[in-house]
């Protein structure tokens, strides 16, 4: 039996007042996620472990069943090793966002959807300007880049910039947690200052600027650490003799890599609320009928969440639903392979909150075969009523997995 995940990033939600205390799953059209829950078994899974941040890759990799006490070093390694960087003992790899300030303020995360050639054109300035045997910015996706510090301590609190939005931003710089870590802390301080310093008279900016657009006048270093210790899967699940992940995000390219799963890009898939969802489709089916096991993974209700914007988050989960969903089923719904299914978010991003929160999240799992329980619709609540209860980090994957 092959397998097949689909993430919706971010996708669970709290009840909205505005949606007559509705979640989102709940009251957006979902006739095929509805399907999958009234042929396959639910429940609800605690994606983020005790004594973590509800972060994508803890979440992501806890529904591999990695346990993050023994792999977990921030996105910064996994973004490396998506981008093809290899890290050497001691380099210190961080997520550097491009980020808008404004005044005191970081008004957001991402610059207003910045694109990939635009944040080159940046990397490559600041790698110019504040690169040095030490420092090296490496480009990666839209507003998304990679900074390494050679001897670096990743005894750093950091904060995500998407869970500061319209806060002022001084409060939040990054802290040394340790004397050990004091070197690290001010250079990273310094090198954010002077980023600032650089980009606020940079020509795309202005152009930017003239465009209406949000500039990308400052990077905001976060997430680091060294070379994480993952195995790849076929190590704990022997019937994975190959696999493919397919997403737009560089996080979860470098999750898959570890893994040991091949890296499937998709013309048009964005990670944003216009991306290529029957691309995707197509490539996932396309995948299942060589590869053992495929995480398809879709970005664009995460960032509808961080948005702040319901309707864009009713419309990402449709999207889903009618575009993704429906023609996967269809195509397999002709075939003799038999295919498993897990159809689950990897942590909320309510839009009320406009960060990840660490509630556990609703899932499902469906084969031809399998017997249902009494779930009739894919949400929040009614995942409450499934048959597998809730299950802990790492207690998903074995549950899905033993289907063969």
């Known amino acids: 039996m092959k397998h097949l995940i689909i993430l919706g990033d971010g996708m669970a939600d709290w009840h909205c007042e505005e949606l007559g205390g509705r979640t989102l799953l709940q009251y957006a059209d ?6 999958l829950a009234q042929m396959g078994r639910n429940g609800l899974l ?26 977990y070093e921030g996105r910064g390694p ?4 998506s981008i093809g960087v290899e890290l050497e003992p001691g380099d210190l790899a961080l997520r550097c966002n491009l980020v808008c300030i404004q005044g005191d303020v970081l008004k957001n995360h991402s610059c207003g959807r910045l694109e990939t050639e635009e944040g080159d054109v940046l990397i490559r300035y600041l790698q110019e300007h ?14 998304r880049h990679l900074l390494v510090i050679k001897g670096g301590d990743k005894r750093l609190q950091c904060t995500p910039p998407h869970d500061i939005p319209g806060k002022p931003f001084r409060p939040y710089m990054l802290k040394a947690e340790c004397p050990q870590a004091e070197d690290t802390a001010r250079l990273l301080t310094e090198l954010v200052y002077k980023s600032q310093e650089l980009l606020r008279y940079h020509p ?11 500039p990308a006048n400052s990077i905001w270093p976060w997430g680091g650490g060294y070379r994480p210790a993952m195995q790849p899967l076929t190590s704990t699940y022997p019937q994975i003799r190959s696999g493919a992940v397919i997403t737009a995000v560089d996080l979860i390219r470098g999750i898959g890599h ?43 209700s995460d960032e509808a969440g ?11 989960i449709e999207d889903l639903d009618h575009r993704l969903l429906a023609p996967i089923m269809a195509e397999l719904d002709t075939w003799d392979q038999p295919v498993c299914i897990a159809l689950l978010p990897d942590h909320p991003t309510p839009c009320l909150h406009r960060t990840h929160t660490s509630e556990p999240v609703p899932f499902c799992i469906w084969h031809r075969g399998i017997e249902p329980d009494c779930v009739q619709t894919f949400d929040e609540d009614a995942a409450r009523l499934g048959s597998y209860g809730q299950l802990q980090p ?11």
Do not use: W
């Not at 504040?130 to 507003?143: A, K, N």
């Not at 499937?264 to 489709?281: P, Q, S, W």
């Not at 961080?306 to 990402?316: F, M, N, R």
């Open 258 to 300: 570890y893994a040991g799963l091949r890296v499937i890009n998709v013309d048009g898939a964005t990670g944003l609320y216009d991306t290529n969802y029957e691309g995707k489709a197509t490539a996932a089916i396309e995948a299942l009928r060589t590869d053992d096991f495929v995480y398809l993974h879709v970005e664009a």
């Open 30 to 35: 979902t006739p095929h996620f509805d399907r």
């Open 46 to 71: 605690q994606t983020v472990q005790e004594g973590f941040h509800p972060g994508s890759e803890v979440a992501n990799s806890s529904i591999l069943g990695y346990d993050q006490n023994l792999v």
């Open 78 to 81: 996994l973004e490396a090793a």
């Open 204 to 214: 795309l900016n202005q152009s930017r600027m003239d465009a209406g657009q949000d």
């Open 394 to 404: 790492g207690q998903f994957i074995r549950e899905f997995m033993k289907y063969q």
């Open 130 to 143: 504040l690169g040095s045997d030490r420092v090296h910015f490496y480009t990666g996706v839209q507003y």
């Open 306 to 316: 961080h948005d702040g914007s319901v309707p864009l988050k009713l419309q990402t």
